[in-house]
């Protein structure tokens, strides 16, 4: 018996953000930047109408995983996996209108290099973007010296659906802004 412990997103908290915490995605394109083995991706896929659907991962492995099971389920036409870091990326991120950042720094990159990436999505970012977070912004940026005054960068939003729950999902955990 093999036991894979991953910070990716659960397929509960999957179906939350896309079917009660977002608008409607139609003719959109998200990202989820730290993919991991693709579990957003494929909640994109299989709970909301984005046009395009593109997962950035710098781990090889898991990268070349998300590929294989892109393929495998024929989700090719929507989803897409690029195998590089964000900070490589800049026409990707600028041409998204959702980004995902669900655990994805503090566990993977040292200090210095969590400010770097903040300081680079800040500034690469698109005004009117949606941004899901995981933690909030204000946790993950509480102990960084980024330089970053999140009242000027940002605008916390309601949820699309405030009604829509599911088991298992705290929505007080997952939080969604729009980028000023």
């Known amino acids: 018996e093999i036991t894979i412990i991953s910070h990716s997103c659960s397929m509960v908290k999957s179906e939350y953000i896309f079917r009660g915490l977002l608008p409607s995605l139609e003719s959109k394109t998200l990202l989820d930047v730290g993919c991991r083995f693709g579990a957003v991706l494929y909640g994109a896929y299989w709970h909301s109408k984005a046009e395009k659907i593109v997962g950035v991962e710098m781990n090889n492995e898991l990268s070349e995983l998300a590929e294989r099971t892109v393929k495998k389920h024929v989700y090719g ?67 960084l010296d980024t330089g970053i005054d999140l009242d000027e960068w940002v605008e916390e939003q309601p949820p699309a659906d405030p009604d829509f729950t599911v088991d298992q999902v705290e929505p007080s955990e997952i939080f969604l802004y729009k980028v000023l």
């Open 77 to 143: 036409k929507r989803i897409e996996v690029i195998n590089d870091d964000i900070l490589n990326v800049p026409n990707t991120v600028k041409a998204s209108n959702v980004i995902i950042l669900n655990n994805v720094f503090e566990w993977f990159n040292d200090i210095e290099q969590q400010e770097k990436i903040w300081r680079y999505l800040k500034e690469t970012i698109s005004s009117g973007t949606l941004l899901v977070t995981i933690p909030s912004l204000e946790t993950s940026l509480a102990d």
